[in-house]
């Protein structure tokens, strides 16, 4: 049985930093990609970061390139997502997802086979 478990989230105000950390189990870790996605309140689910499985090469939303830092450790099977210079439109439920898509497919939802549960993060202005 795949499990993804988020944790990490909470309550920060703008401009602060939070770590969120996945850790899967039941799945050949190394051979998935990893990506993190959010939900906000009437909006639809959208891509923020991923990280492919063996050639290290990370992916970003343009909404989060630069203040973000998507990790992934294939020992500990564990992807973790930096969060930096935080803003209240990063308030949103942080999904992290699996799949054995090809890189092109990174930032599209449905090619995602395994999802966590989400957590909660919550930027205060």
């Known amino acids: 049985q795949v499990q993804l478990v988020e944790s990490g989230g909470g309550l920060v105000q703008a401009g602060d930093s939070l770590k969120l950390s996945c850790l899967a189990s039941?799945?050949?870790?190394?051979?998935?990609?990893m990506g993190w996605f959010r939900q906000a309140p009437g909006k639809e689910r959208e891509f923020v970061a991923a990280?492919?499985?063996?050639?290290?090469?990370?992916y970003y939303s343009h909404s989060v390139e630069g203040r973000f830092t998507v990790s992934r450790d294939n020992v500990k099977n564990m992807v973790s997502l930096q969060m930096s210079s935080l803003k209240p439109e990063d308030t949103a439920v942080y999904y992290c997802?699996?799949?054995?898509?090809?890189?092109?497919?990174?930032?599209?939802?449905?090619?995602?086979?395994?999802w966590g549960q989400g957590i909660q993060v919550t930027v205060s202005s």
């Open positions: 990280a492919s499985w063996r050639d290290g090469y990370t």
């Open positions: 997802a699996a799949t054995q898509a090809r890189s092109s497919y990174f930032r599209t939802a449905p090619y995602y086979h395994y």
């Open positions: 039941g799945l050949t870790f190394s051979s998935h990609g």
